[in-house]
Nanobody
Framework: QVQLVESGGGSVQAGGSLRLTCVAS????????MAWFRQAPGKEREGVAS???????TYADSVKGRFTISRDNAKNTLYLQMNNLSPEDTGVYSC?????????????????WGQGTQVTVSS
């Protein structure tokens, strides 16, 4: 049974930082691309960052230089370090796993999804 469980969300002021964690189980984690997506109120879900099985990463333009995605294959865990947060970063952040992903920020490429964790940034 595949599970992706996120944690680390919360409420912070603009300029603050949060670190999200996603623990995976039920599949061969090291062979999958992993990604973070977010959905703001009233908006469509969008890709934030991804890390492929070879460790290469992709970021949305809106988070480049502020967010860092990383993975620990020994712990089946995905991370997202978010710095210099702004109110525009508010949303539900979900981790996702996909096999043989071509377009790394396209949600249809991903097979498995977590429930999400809320991030709220106040001005």
């Amino acid at each position: 049974q595949v599970q992706l469980v996120e944690s680390g969300g919360g409420s912070v002021q603009a300029g603050g930082s949060l670190r999200l964690t996603c623990v995976a189980s039920g599949f061969t984690y090291s062979t999958y691309s992993m990604a973070w997506f977010r959905q703001a109120p009233g908006k469509e879900r969008e890709g934030v960052a991804s890390v492929a099985s070879d460790g290469s990463s992709t970021y949305a333009d809106s988070v480049k230089g502020r967010f860092t995605i990383s993975r620990d294959n020994a712990k089946n865990t995905l991370y997202l370090q978010m710095n210099n947060l702004s109110p525009e970063d508010t949303g539900v952040y979900s981790c996702a796993a996909g096999y043989l992903v071509a377009d790394h920020l396209r949600q249809l490429e991903y097979n498995y999804w977590g429930q999400g964790t809320q991030v709220t940034v106040s001005s």
